[in-house]
């Protein structure tokens, strides 16, 4: 899914090819929507694993 987000090229060079969780943390204060839906996303898949297991 990370391979798929929309960014600049400047924030493209900074997360580099870090792992997925540590990307989510640079979305934060992302100026596109949908990086910050994805980091949404992302923790609310996170919690409803937990609440499952």
Request: without cysteine; aromatic residues 6%; hydrophobic residues 40%.
């Amino acid at each position: 899914m990370g391979n798929l987000v929309l960014i600049g090229a400047s924030h493209n060079a900074a997360i580099g090819n870090k792992p997925f969780k540590d990307k989510l943390a640079s979305y934060e204060n992302a100026p596109i929507i949908q990086q910050r839906q994805i980091k949404e996303f992302a923790i609310g898949e996170k919690l409803r694993e937990r609440l499952h297991k």
